[in-house]
Nanobody, 120 residues
Framework: QVQLVESGGGLVQAGGSLRLSCAAS????????MGWYRQAPGKQRELVAT???????NYADSMKGRFTISRDNDKKTVYLQMNSLKPEDTAVYYC??????????????WGQGTQVTVSS
């Protein structure tokens, strides 16, 4: 069974940093785009950043310069380094990956989410 497991969330003071990780596991043939989204209370889920297998990145404008996405293709893991965190970055952060399981078609998978709380 293919799944995404996130880690690294927590409570941090404004100006601090956190690093999120998301590892894909299971019988996976191909790992395509992997990325991060977030959802704050009362708001819609929004894009944070994505990264293709080849390394092409896409960031939401408000995250550029503070957040850095990276991935280790051998480990099927995507990371999000978050610096200069602000209280408005408080949200549940979700990992999303387009994966092709062995013997099946590619589809999008979501992680369970990890809470990031930034105190002022």
């Amino acid at each position: 069974q293919v799944q995404l497991v996130e880690s690294g969330g927590g409570l941090v003071q404004a100006g601090g940093s956190l690093r999120l990780s998301c590892a894909a596991s299971g019988s996976i043939a191909i790992t395509n785009v992997m990325g991060w989204y977030r959802q704050a209370p009362g708001k819609q889920r929004e894009l944070v950043a994505t990264m293709s297998f080849g390394g092409t990145t896409n960031y939401a404008d408000s995250m550029k310069g503070r957040f850095t996405i990276s991935r280790d293709n051998d480990k099927k893991t995507v990371y999000l380094q978050m610096n200069s965190l602000k209280p408005e970055d408080t949200a549940v952060y979700y990992c999303k990956a387009n994966l092709r399981p062995r013997g099946a078609l590619a589809q999008d998978y979501w992680g369970q989410g990890t809470q990031v709380t930034v105190s002022s």
